[in-house]
């Protein structure tokens, strides 16, 4: 009998212990330890990250853009057998913001791969982010060339600054006949400061003239008052004035270099693509002339006119270039799903890095080997309180 009880207790202490290595608590003190890993896509749910700035400086811009990735969501909203969802993460505008997003997708939300961001600033935030935990990442408008330079995780549908600034400086000197420019830019800002490098190189390679560039000034990022800069241009009276910058700052000081008398043509990135610079510029941005990545009164493919039509059902309103670029975004990152053939983040990486003439709303995208797309651009110009399609320019 008591053969017997000892039996039972020792069963007992055995049963025990293999309860307590069944349980929740973390196998290294201090450490985590998920229910599935970052970026596997087992479930039965696919997670796309987005983070932009929903609120913020640059809220415009991400809210255009999140309006063309769920257009794209609604579209296509199963991958695999299964569901794709969006999580999408307010970055704030913020640098701090975008990378604490960038984490909260990867480590919380278990995302096999993000979308974002608006803003080069803001993506390059994220960058060793995604790039350490290995997964990639496609943007949608940043287009300062760091963002994905000696980064194999990083990708985007957009074209970069040295294309976009050199398609303004040939169309300020062949269009405009433009001999000389100035520079207003925003110095706290790399997209801004970036493109006005791209521009000004251009420019002084077109002219021949290493004096065209009649001086380089700049402000801060949230400035209002533009007064100082504007006074000292005036007295050079340059051909263009070249202004990349967020697009309420800019419409401010057009609207202040008008008030000041300063009628040279005003020049600017695709930053300016939003209804708020019209409202804040009122009549003083008439005649600014932009680059952007598409235009609505020029769809360039099929994809590009069912697009249109979808987002004019959606929202009641033409498109415009960041709402393509984020339909184009996730679009992209499904194809490489189902060309992997995998919802794992290394193998969408793999599929992302052979993207080659993908048809997409804003044009045929070809990633390079930076991860970067080969695409034309287009040239818009205010007019009528409106954008209007100036023209189109090859990349090559």
């Known amino acids: 009998m008591k053969k017997i009880l000892v039996l039972i207790m ?70 695999l057998g299964k569901k794709v969802e969006l999580v999408i993460v307010d970055n704030k505008s913020e640098k701090v913001e975008a990378a604490n997003a960038a984490s909260k997708l990867i ?66 000197f062949n269009d405009l006949g433009a001999k000389t420019a100035v520079i207003i ?48 241009v005036k007295s050079l009276n340059p051909d263009v004035i070249f202004a990349p910058g967020n697009y309420g700052e800019s419409a401010l000081l057009i609207k202040q270099a008008r008030d000041l008398g300063i009628d040279a043509e005003f020049l600017g990135g695709d930053t300016w693509e939003s209804p708020e610079f019209l409202s804040i510029g009122g009549d003083a941005v008439e005649g600014a002339a932009f680059s952007s990545h598409f235009t609505s009164e020029a769809p360039v493919n099929n994809v590009s006119e069912e697009f249109l039509n979808e987002y004019q059902a959606e929202f009641g309103q033409n498109a415009n270039a960041f709402a393509a670029l984020g339909y184009d975004a996730y679009m992209v990152i499904i194809d490489a799903i189902e060309r992997a053939d995998s919802a794992d983040s290394n193998a969408i990486r793999d599929a992302l890095a052979e993207t080659e003439g993908f048809v997409g709303a804003t044009g045929t995208i070809t990633l390079d080997e930076n991860g970067d797309a080969v695409k034309s651009a287009v040239i818009n110009q205010v007019k009528d309180a409106q954008f209007i399609y100036l023209t189109t320019v090859e990349p090559y």
């Open 185 to 232: 830019q925003d110095v706290q800002n790399d997209y801004s400061v970036g493109l006005s490098n791209y521009f000004t190189q251009a420019f002084k390679d077109l002219t021949g003239d290493d004096n065209s560039i009649l001086t380089t000034t700049s402000y801060n990022a949230g400035d209002q008052d533009f007064t100082a800069q504007l006074t000292s």
């Open 107 to 172: 480590d919380q939300d278990k995302v096999v791969a993000i979308i974002g961001s608006y803003g080069s600033s803001l993506s390059m935030s994220a960058g060793d982010i995604v790039k350490n935990a290995e997964v990639p990442a496609v943007g949608c408008s940043p287009t300062n060339p760091l963002v994905t330079l000696n980064n194999d995780y990083y990708f985007r549908v957009c074209f970069i600054d040295p294309f976009q600034g050199t398609v303004m400086a040939n169309y300020a």
């Open 10 to 79: 020792c069963a007992m202490l055995v049963v025990g212990s293999l309860a307590g290595c069944s349980s929740n608590e973390p196998a290294d003190k201090g450490t985590s330890q998920p229910s599935e890993p970052s970026g596997s896509g087992d479930s039965e749910v696919i997670k796309i990250g987005v983070f932009e700035p929903m609120t913020g400086a640059n809220a415009a811009g991400g809210e255009m853009t999140v309006e063309g990735i769920e257009l794209a969501n609604k579209k296509v909203s199963e991958v």
